[in-house]
């Protein structure tokens, strides 16, 4: 019994003892709760903080980069930006020649032991064929003189996503198998999805970048089914 062993003796009486061990519990329980409120005070202060720096940085930085991206690709989605959980995601959708769904989204979140803010860059590809890198973070102190730090951050994922994002639709790609075709009337290489026309011979079907090689074909299809 820790709270007896310097203060009462056995022969203390029962309500001595029992007013001594209580008195003691109550002195802690009170240094516990102001520990507790001042810990949540810090936290609450860092949290503002947080909120503060990570919505300048979504307006300033992360948007805007975001928007150049989207920009380059006509399958992708503008980017969804989520304040509350201070989160953006492009999705990239097929057609316009690009056969491959993905997503790219950049997250901020606090942490409340180094008094940071984490800053992640997530790629996600579907089907996952390739290995590729999906998530990289980095810290940075939760102030707006890190802006720059994380602008480099930044540039540089967005770049490895925009390599991988086109690697992966290359011909000899796995996600490319039976994804294209070659028109059999000028020989251009052409996605399936994006041809201009179709249709069967034969119990074969033919994919064309035009209507025009479409109508070449009809007129002697024959000759491109024996080639």
Same mark, same amino acid.
């Given at each position: 019994?820790?709270?007896?062993?310097?203060?009462?003796?056995?022969?203390?009486?029962?309500?001595?003892?029992?007013?001594?061990?209580?008195?003691?519990?109550?002195?802690?329980?009170?240094?516990?709760?102001?520990?507790?409120?001042?810990?949540?005070?810090? @936290?609450?202060?860092?949290?503002?903080?947080?909120?503060?720096?990570?919505?300048?940085?979504?307006?300033?930085?992360?948007?805007?980069?975001?928007?150049?991206?989207?920009?380059?690709?006509?399958?992708?989605?503008?980017?969804?930006?989520?304040?509350?959980?201070?989160?953006?995601? @492009?999705?990239?959708?097929?057609?316009?020649?690009?056969? @491959?769904?993905?997503?790219?989204? @950049?997250?901020?979140?606090?942490?409340?032991?180094?008094?940071?803010?984490?800053?992640?860059?997530?790629?996600?590809?579907?089907?996952?064929?390739?290995?590729?890198?999906?998530?990289?973070?980095?810290?940075?102190?939760?102030?707006?003189?890190?802006?720059?730090?994380?602008?480099?951050?930044?540039?540089?994922?967005?770049?490895?996503?925009?390599?991988?994002?086109?690697?992966?639709?290359?011909?000899?790609?796995?996600?490319?198998?039976?994804?294209?075709?070659?028109?059999?009337?000028?020989?251009?290489?052409?996605?399936?999805?994006?041809?201009?026309?179709?249709?069967?011979?034969?119990?074969?079907?033919?994919?064309?970048?035009?209507?025009?090689?479409?109508?070449?074909?009809?007129?002697?299809?024959?000759?491109?089914?024996?080639?």
């Amino acid at each position: 019994m820790p709270y007896l062993s310097n203060a009462l003796t056995p022969t203390d009486g029962l309500r001595e003892r029992l007013e001594y061990l209580v008195h003691h519990a109550e002195e802690e329980r009170t240094v516990r709760v102001l520990q507790q409120k001042q810990q949540m005070s810090q @936290i609450q202060q860092f949290h503002d903080l947080f909120r503060l720096v990570a919505e300048g940085w979504f307006s300033s930085i992360i948007l805007p980069k975001l928007d150049m991206l989207t920009e380059m690709f006509p399958n992708s989605v503008a980017p969804s930006h989520i304040p509350m959980i201070q989160s953006a995601t @492009i999705t990239f959708e097929q057609g316009n020649g690009y056969v @491959i769904r993905a997503k790219f989204s @950049i997250n901020l979140r606090e942490n409340f032991e180094t008094n940071s803010i984490v800053a992640t860059c997530e790629t996600e590809i579907f089907p996952m064929l390739i290995e590729y890198e999906r998530i990289a973070t980095a810290e940075f102190p939760c102030t707006e003189e890190a802006a720059n730090t994380l602008a480099t951050f930044l540039d540089e994922h967005i770049v490895r996503f925009t390599d991988v994002y086109l690697t992966v639709h290359k011909t000899n790609s796995p996600y490319m198998k039976d994804k294209h075709a070659i028109d059999p009337v000028c020989g251009m290489d052409i996605f399936i999805a994006d041809a201009a026309a179709t249709t069967m011979y034969k119990k074969t079907r033919y994919y064309f970048c035009s209507t025009e090689c479409l109508q070449t074909f009809e007129q002697d299809a024959e000759r491109y089914y024996q080639q």
